[in-house]
């Protein structure tokens, strides 16, 4: 196993919480992390039929089987079983007593939010952080690779291509459990969806327009749309409240939080056709977004991360909440420095004053620097640019 950065998180949140739920897109190593920091818990996956009817019909005795408590996975199946639970742990008044897993954010955080609010603490874990891969030297050696492969742990545990598993991978859970969630009666209206939304990734979110390409209304688009995002395929980057006497862009940015799968629904089939590609600009973009996502998440933060833009074009790629305020990043796929590349700083530096700690420019090179008190950092460094506060 892969280390994790929320490894940490985990062990501190058992400290304070009766229960932990471990929340993440299918195959991100929800359970993988559980089993190995809770080694002494019985694990139990609610996959499991036999478990899963046994849980339904009689959940009281269920859970007696566990007087030291369990890893409960994919909880989502049997939500009934967190009333049982709520009372269990309110006995027992034991921390890290339970610990559960769910791929479908959507309807296991409801549950929660009814049943164990107060009790529970949520660690978000998305695929492998490039600070993660980094630590084992698992990070690919180029970043177009690194763009092509993405993230998701069996990519760096077993010698299967990307191709061959994300073909699999969105027949199998993108395809099937994001439609249940709808009840999406036309697949192929639905395959043209998805493949949409990553042909828009990085890109200012047109609902109207989108939905018009996949022959839908934009109200199902919206819907569909919000599916992807609590079944964690997808997020939506929201803009920055302050205007700073400008008029400001209000709509979000779509942004999908694996570029291999982004580039896999794109049709890009090999590194070489990547290389070249007119989306490499936007993967990389939605890479170093997804990368900042981790990094806070793993942290057991909340993420924090906005854009800026004026209705005159004039963007910040990223705006980060810290500690001494916001920090600005620029994001650049070229693997050279431009000079240009600082403008957009230099102009919000003027825009934004002393409420301005920082700015950073993220670039597809592999050099760190720093030019006219800009700090420029190269892609393998992307945790290094904006540390969570």
């Not at 566990?66 to 309110?90: H, K, N, T, Y």
């Not at 089939?269 to 170093?288: C, M, N």
């Not at 002393?354 to 030019?371: A, H, L, Q, W």
Request: aromatic share 10%.
């Amino acid at each position: 196993m892969i280390p994790r950065d929320a490894a940490h998180t985990l062990v501190r949140l058992a400290k304070g919480f009766p229960v932990i739920a471990i929340t993440g897109p299918r195959q991100a190593g929800k359970t993988t992390l559980a089993r190995n920091i809770f080694k002494d818990k019985p694990y139990i996956s609610l996959e499991n039929p036999d478990e899963r009817d046994f849980a339904l019909t009689d959940p009281k005795r269920f859970l007696a089987r566990f007087p030291q408590g369990a890893i409960l996975d994919e909880v989502q199946r049997c939500p009934q079983l967190l009333s049982w639970l709520q009372g269990l742990v309110d006995e027992r008044q034991r921390m890290g007593d339970f610990v559960l897993t769910g791929s479908a954010q959507f309807s296991l955080i409801e549950s929660i939010t009814q049943t164990l609010a107060g009790r529970v603490a949520r660690v978000e874990l998305l695929p492998l952080s490039a600070s993660e891969l980094g630590q084992v030297n698992k990070l690919p050696e180029t970043l177009t690779q690194t763009l092509f492969q993405g993230g998701y742990p069996t990519l760096y545990d077993r010698p299967v291509s990307p191709q061959d598993w994300f073909s699999n991978y969105v027949a199998t859970y993108v395809e099937r459990d994001v439609r249940q969630l709808i009840a999406v009666r036309d697949l192929g209206q639905f395959q043209t969806f998805v493949k949409m939304c990553a042909a828009r990734t990085g890109q200012l979110l047109n609902l109207t327009a989108l939905g018009a390409d996949c022959g839908i209304s934009a109200v199902t688009a919206k819907q569909w749309l919000t599916v992807l995002e609590t079944s964690y395929i997808v997020t939506l980057l929201r803009p920055h409240f302050r205007n700073y006497g400008k008029r400001l862009v209000k709509t979000p940015k779509l942004y999908f939080l694996d570029s291999g799968l982004a580039t896999w629904l794109m049709g890009i089939r090999d590194v070489q056709t990547l290389e070249t590609h007119a989306a490499r600009g936007a993967l990389f973009e939605t890479w170093v977004v997804s990368e900042l996502y981790k990094q806070r998440l793993n942290a057991g933060l909340a993420p924090d991360l906005y854009f800026w833009r004026d209705n005159s074009g004039q963007e910040i790629d990223v705006l980060c909440e810290t500690a001494q305020g916001l920090q600005a990043i620029e994001i650049k796929s070229g693997s050279t420095y431009a000079s240009d590349w600082a403008q957009n700083l230099k102009k919000w530096q003027t825009l934004a004053s002393s409420e301005f700690p920082n700015s950073t420019i993220m670039y597809g090179g592999e050099s760190n620097f720093e030019r006219d008190g800009i700090k420029v950092w190269g892609w393998r460094d992307v945790t290094q640019a904006s540390p969570p506060s």
